[in-house]
């Protein structure tokens, strides 16, 4: 199958963070691991981390499989939610970059009829930059998260999230802790759950049903953001790693890196203009973006943010 690059989610202009200073907050935790009860503790060890199955998108370098050594570490069982986001910006007063910049991106068909008019993406018009869409608004002006504490954080920039992990004492996983612990400990599977998307009829994950991005018929459950813990965790006991809420990792994107770079403890290449996303989004449809998939990628510059854009957290173990 011919399958083209789709845009995943929707970038700000290069360059354009350079225009608001940005600090870390002001507090940073100084929790143990072990204070940290919603955290999954990884084994670690090897595994066999990307993929050659053919049906992806070969540009985004999801191959050659490669046997990756990790040490063991924790993360989170879940994306951090709005209830947990709150309690970092009530403490910090830290103010996210879609905050700052007064809009962020909104998929069209989730925005009220009011606020339609946000300027389209070229080439994607699926998506809105709406003026004053962020964390707390997350489908622009008249939205709120009362009643989606439980739902994963969006809006969020690289850099907020970044920050956020240093408040709770924290960092954000490698791209490979990542995919190792989406897999679940599934061998070269494709879903953390195995290789079918809707075993025996039943439905896993949060992404878009139906015909994109005209019709979503929301069969799996959600329309937008489905709760952090919505469906069964894998086989370590997290949530999500496929579906609902793309996920910011530690690294520079790039299609070639991992060919020659290290195999232990990989950490992405020194520098780059793009961070790596993983795990797909309730956008993700086959016909235009077969990413819900453990072994699928993407990536966004460090100041973008978008409805579907959220991360969780990792910390070495002890």
């Known amino acids: 199958m011919t399958r083209q690059r789709a845009c995943c989610s929707a970038s700000r202009d290069t360059g354009r963070e350079q225009q608001l200073p940005v600090t870390e907050p002001s507090e940073q935790g100084d929790r143990a691991p072990s204070e940290h009860p919603s955290m999954a503790l990884l084994p670690g060890g090897t595994f066999l981390m990307g993929t050659d199955a053919g049906d992806g998108y070969a540009a985004d370098g999801e191959g050659p499989v490669r046997e990756i050594r990790l040490a063991p570490f924790l993360i989170d069982a879940t994306a951090v939610t709005n209830a947990a986001f709150a309690e970092f910006t009530d403490a910090t007063g830290w103010l996210t970059l879609a905050e700052r910049f007064g809009t962020s991106f909104v998929f069209a068909g989730l925005l009220p009829d009011d606020v339609r008019d946000g300027r389209p993406v070229p080439e994607t018009p699926w998506w809105r930059e709406v003026a004053h869409a ?163 990628r993407s990536s966004n510059t460090p100041d973008s943010s978008a409805g579907n854009i959220g991360f969780r957290c990792a910390v070495e173990a002890d």
């Open 134 to 296: 962020d964390w707390r608004r997350p489908e622009g002006p008249g939205s709120d998260i009362a009643g989606r504490m439980d739902h994963p954080v969006v809006h969020v920039t690289w850099r907020d999230a970044r920050a956020y992990a240093k408040w709770a004492g924290k960092r954000l996983p490698t791209e490979a802790e990542w995919e190792y612990a989406a897999r679940g400990g599934l061998v070269q599977a494709r879903y953390p759950w195995g290789d079918e998307r809707e075993p025996g009829g039943v439905h896993r994950m949060n992404v878009w049903q139906g015909e994109f991005p005209v019709r979503d018929t929301g069969a799996d459950g959600h329309l937008g953001t489905a709760p952090a813990d919505a469906y069964e965790p894998n086989g370590y006991g997290l949530y999500n790693t496929c579906g609902n809420v793309w996920e910011w990792c530690a690294d520079w994107f790039h299609p070639t890196w991992h060919t020659t770079g290290p195999r232990t403890g990989p950490v992405g290449p020194p520098s780059g203009d793009r961070k790596v996303m993983r795990g797909g989004s309730y956008l993700c449809h086959e016909s235009h973006c077969f990413r819900y998939r453990v072994d699928a």
